[in-house]
């Protein structure tokens, strides 16, 4: 157990030992000092945070919409939000083992999720794929999170079996016709617009028939829809689409290149998903809760048992992160990597939230304790974190089930590696 910070302090030089040799040569290879970086980085996270945002990462709370613009505007004035677009279009023009850096650090810190759905999916999409008029009106917004964006993929009955959706777009002269539905589509109900892929050719492979098409949350005929998860939380939403009207300038690439963006989407950003930072934080926590905790002796050889493989589990899923992303820096990504990446990634914060769950189990149910004691001197409170903390162990089930469930990640290593 790590009760105290010299402890904590020597277990994490341990760990990022192996970026003094590997990552560190593959940055200086790419160009930059991996040590440095992650240096800057961390004095940032350690005395930018805003203080409102800081003690909400204490107690694991849920960050509004304007906080995260706070935030990311912050970090876009180091010129950092939008460092992995190329610097023709404002960017840094990061490799992915930098943007990795980046990602891993922000989340080891626990600052708020960055909207990725405009800066890392739609802004390379529209840098790669887009027209001049596309990207002098949608890139500048991103960038400076004035427009939030949202990623309209997934269907009733088309989200592992994409290529069977149905949203139908038709093209009359100077508009498309959007017709269906999206679903589970994250925040939203905070987005202005959403990117979509739409179906404008029923006939022919499936594939063939999608289009990438940019819609302004805000045109008539649009209806978002919470879906509340059984976090109590609202991420989610339906969004339907009733006779809406989308200008034909605002097709993406080519009719029927909706497939080929969806594939550059996904593989931009398949090693972000193993969130190993965010499994660094969550491991610090539960350390930090079992150090004010009274265990008996049994419990402590249990509990030290538990976190000790826990902590296995993280450092080599790590180095093997670290491993992959080297390797596709070099443009020798292997096409399992992701898969296994995110199926360990996921079961990972998984194992770790049950773990902090039963630690926590132990004093009580989590309940707002200012409903019923207001703050009466010495009425004990339990740990602050707790209700935060069961609501991300809740939400965390989602994580074996979005950017693609793992047993659609295990068909892929199957495929892949045993040829089945
Ligand atoms: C919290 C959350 C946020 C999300 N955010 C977004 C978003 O912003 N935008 C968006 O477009 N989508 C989003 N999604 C949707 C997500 O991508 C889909 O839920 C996911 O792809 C699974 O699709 P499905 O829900 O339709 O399940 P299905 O595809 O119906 O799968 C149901 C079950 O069957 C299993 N299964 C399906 N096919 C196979 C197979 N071939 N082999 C083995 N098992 C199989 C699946 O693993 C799963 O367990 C989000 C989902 C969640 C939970």
Avoid at 335 to 349: T, V, Y
Wanted: hydrophobic fraction near 40%; charge should be neutral; proline fraction near 3%.
């Amino acid at each position: 157990m790590f009760g105290d910070s010299a402890d904590r302090g020597r277990w994490e030089a341990a760990v990022f030992e192996p970026e003094r040799s590997a990552v560190q040569r593959a940055a200086a290879t790419a160009g930059f000092d991996a040590m440095q970086f992650r240096a800057e980085l961390r004095a940032f996270c350690r005395d930018q945070v805003p203080a409102d945002i800081r003690q909400q990462i204490g107690k694991h709370q849920y960050f509004s919409r304007e906080q995260r613009i706070r935030w990311q505007r912050l970090l876009q004035a180091q010129g950092w939000f939008v460092g992995h677009w190329p610097k023709a279009h404002g960017g840094q023009g990061w490799g992915q083992l930098q943007r990795f850096i980046f990602i891993e650090e922000l989340e080891r810190a626990g600052t708020p999720w960055l909207t990725h759905f405009g800066t890392s999916f739609l802004g390379p999409v529209l840098c790669a794929f887009g027209n001049d008029a596309q990207r002098a009106r949608f890139l500048g917004p991103i960038r400076d999170s004035e427009e939030w964006w949202c990623q309209g993929f997934s269907e009733p009955g088309s989200g592992s079996d994409l290529a069977s959706l149905k949203l139908r777009a038709e093209r009359g002269e100077s508009h498309y016709r959007v017709n269906g539905q999206k679903t589970w589509t994250t925040m939203a109900q905070w987005a202005d617009w959403i990117f979509c892929l739409v179906r404008t050719q029923a006939s022919g492979r499936p594939q063939a028939g999608i289009s990438f098409l940019l819609i302004d949350l805000k045109s008539p005929g649009v209806t978002v829809r919470p879906i509340e998860t059984f976090d109590g939380g609202q991420h989610v939403n339906e969004v339907f689409f009733d006779d809406v009207e989308v200008p034909l300038a605002n097709l993406v690439g080519q009719e029927g290149e909706g497939w080929a963006i969806a594939k550059f989407i996904v593989s931009r950003e398949r090693l972000l998903v193993t969130e190993i930072g965010k499994a660094f934080h969550l491991l610090g926590e539960l350390h930090a809760i079992a150090a004010t905790m009274k265990l008996g002796l049994g419990d402590t050889a249990t509990f030290r048992r538990r976190a000790a493989e826990l902590e296995v589990q993280y450092r080599s899923l790590r180095a093997t992160a670290y491993a992959a992303v080297i390797e596709a820096e070099a443009g020798r990504e292997h096409p399992i990597d992701a898969s296994l990446l995110k199926i360990r990634g996921s079961e990972l914060q998984q194992a770790i939230f049950d773990a902090i769950t039963d630690l926590l189990a132990r004093n009580g149910l989590a309940f707002q304790i200012e409903g019923i004691a207001a703050d009466i001197v010495g009425y004990r409170h339990g740990d602050p974190r707790l209700p935060g903390l069961l609501h991300e162990h809740l939400h965390s089930r989602a994580a074996s089930i979005y950017g693609g469930s793992n047993e659609i990640q295990r068909g892929i290593i199957a495929k892949t590696e045993l040829r089945v």
